[in-house]
């Protein structure tokens, strides 16, 4: 079946600091990717997306690359801010069959952001 | 656009009572409606996948007459906890997925917390 893993947190950085959260999955197919991001006490908001092998999906400067042949989808981001700290979870969504549309998350790692 | 609410937000009940939480999906139709759960510091499991006017299809381990799981519209599903018990507490999230120019993305709810006491 399918398979998400995200490096363990909780992950503590300092404002401006570079940030990577290594996600690997398993799964049949060409699955699409995902890294959702959740701030305490609410629901889950999408922070970027690929569909295909070698897609990069960015936004609010985080960004992350599909990658087929280490089946990765690392999330990135150059300087974080205090604002970025939250929870977040890489997830795939299966291509077809009887599992189409199903997204199987990762663990979540904790992001804290010091001033 | 394709904002999913959740009500309510907190809802606090006794032991054997039932709970029921609402999902909507208020500028889009929801073909399919997905309820997770969520515990402190982990994961969200799928308890079930609703599509409208169809039965719920349950993930295995999930008891269907106890998350009873409505979905009578495109734009509302509802779970209801039967004879609700303390191990019912957690986090309840949905999400809504339709097409409609919106691809199949889930886009998720805010949440309710069930507290049982």
């Known amino acids: 079946g399918n398979s998400v893993t995200q490096m363990e947190g909780p992950v503590t950085l300092s404002e401006e600091a570079f940030l990577t959260i290594n996600c690997t999955y398993t799964?049949?197919?060409?699955?699409?990717l995902f890294w959702y991001v959740q701030y305490p006490g609410e629901g889950l908001q999408l922070l970027l997306k690929a569909t295909k092998a070698d897609d990069k999906g960015s936004n609010k400067g985080f960004e992350a690359t599909y990658r087929k042949e280490t089946t990765s989808f690392h999330l990135e981001k150059g300087s974080v801010q205090v604002s970025d700290s939250a929870v977040y979870f890489c997830?795939?969504?299966?291509?077809?069959?009887?599992?189409?549309?199903?997204?199987?998350f990762g663990q979540g790692t904790i992001l804290t952001v010091h001033p | 656009g394709a904002v999913v609410s959740q009500h309510p937000s907190r809802v606090i009940c006794k032991s054997g009572t039932s709970v029921k939480i609402e999902c909507r999906s208020l500028d889009f139709q929801a073909t399919t409606m997905f309820w997770y759960r969520q515990f402190p510091k982990q994961s969200l499991m799928l308890m079930a996948t609703s599509n409208e006017g169809s039965k719920a299809t349950y993930e295995q381990g999930v008891e269907k007459d106890k998350f009873l799981i409505n979905h009578a519209s495109l734009t509302l599903s509802t779970l209801t906890v039967t004879s609700a018990h303390p191990e019912d507490s957690s986090f309840y999230i949905c999400?809504?997925?339709?097409?409609?120019?919106?691809?199949?993305?889930?886009?998720f709810g805010p949440g309710t917390r069930l507290t049982v006491t």
């Open positions: 799964a049949t197919g060409y699955p699409s």
């Open positions: 997830a795939l969504r299966s291509a077809g069959g009887t599992s189409y549309g199903k997204l199987t």
């Open positions: 999400s809504a997925a339709g097409l409609a120019g919106i691809g199949y993305e889930q886009y």
